[in-house]
T-cell receptor
Framework: GAVVSQHPSWVICKSGTSVKIECRSL??????MFWYRQFPKQSLMLMAT?????????EQGVEKDKFLINHASLTLSTLTVTSAHPEDSSFYIC??????????FGQGTRLTVV | AQTVTQSQPEMSVQEAETVTLSCTYD???????LFWYKQPPSRQMILVIR??????QNATENRFSVNFQKAAKSFSLKISDSQLGDAAMYFC??????????FGAGTILRVKS
């Protein structure tokens, strides 16, 4: 199956700093990537849709200036959490709908803001 | 808006027994896929089974099978011969062709030895 590599798997940062999370498609080209956020024992909530070569589409209630998404190539999408605060601590997962019948997920990134 | 509902926050099953996880969804679209994903403690999302909406035949994958009722918008997952390794969070998801997935709240499955 297709491989989506997400990095880092966990990160701790200080409040007020920015953190970048990378999501790479290793053996396929991903024109679209989806970024989800997951709180402990809760569901995956879509934050934004990342489109190669164009601006991301954000879900209602997601601050686009706080969660910057860049999809500069067909194999790399990045999510930058800017001026992170403790409430941004969460699990972030990227996904690509490689085929109609399956979505592949990165390993996820556990972000802790202290 | 499309929604996916999993009404069982937690389920328990004895090893080797059968358990059914329920899922309902709401959509006005006619072409879509339904999925069950497993999320173990590692939090890596693992595809368990999928069903294309236009196919009437229920999907099966070894010990996993679904009961897909399109008119009722119901998509339950049956796990037969439950194993300790089946313990995880299970998410039901809906997705139109090539688009984002909408997830249910999840069901924590505990397997007792």
């Amino acid at each position: 199956g297709a491989v989506v590599s997400q990095h880092p798997s966990w990160v701790i940062c200080k409040s007020g700093t920015s953190v970048k999370i990378e999501c790479r498609s290793l053996d396929f080209q991903a024109t679209t990537m989806f970024w989800y956020r997951q709180f402990p024992k809760q569901s995956l909530m879509l934050m934004a849709t990342s489109n190669e070569g164009s601006k991301a589409t954000y879900e209602q209630g997601v601050e686009k200036d706080k969660f910057l998404i860049n999809h500069a190539s067909l194999t790399l999408s990045t999510l930058t959490v800017t001026s992170a605060h403790p409430e941004d601590s969460s699990f972030y997962i990227c996904s690509a709908r490689v085929r109609q019948d399956e979505a592949f997920f990165g390993q996820g990134t556990r972000l802790t803001v202290v | 808006a499309q929604t996916v509902t999993q009404s069982q926050p937690e389920m328990s099953v004895q090893e080797a027994e059968t358990v059914t996880l329920s899922c309902t969804y709401d959509t006005s679209e006619s072409d879509y896929y339904l999925f069950w994903y497993k999320q173990p403690p590692s939090r890596q999302m693992i595809l368990v089974i999928r069903q294309e909406a236009y196919k009437q035949q229920n999907a099966t994958e070894n010990r996993f099978s679904v009961n897909f009722q399109k008119a009722a918008k119901s998509f339950s997952l049956k796990i037969s011969d439950s194993q300790l390794g089946d313990a995880a969070m299970y998410f039901c998801a809906w997705g139109p062709y090539g688009n984002k997935l909408v997830f249910g709240a999840g069901t924590i499955l505990r397997v007792k030895s």
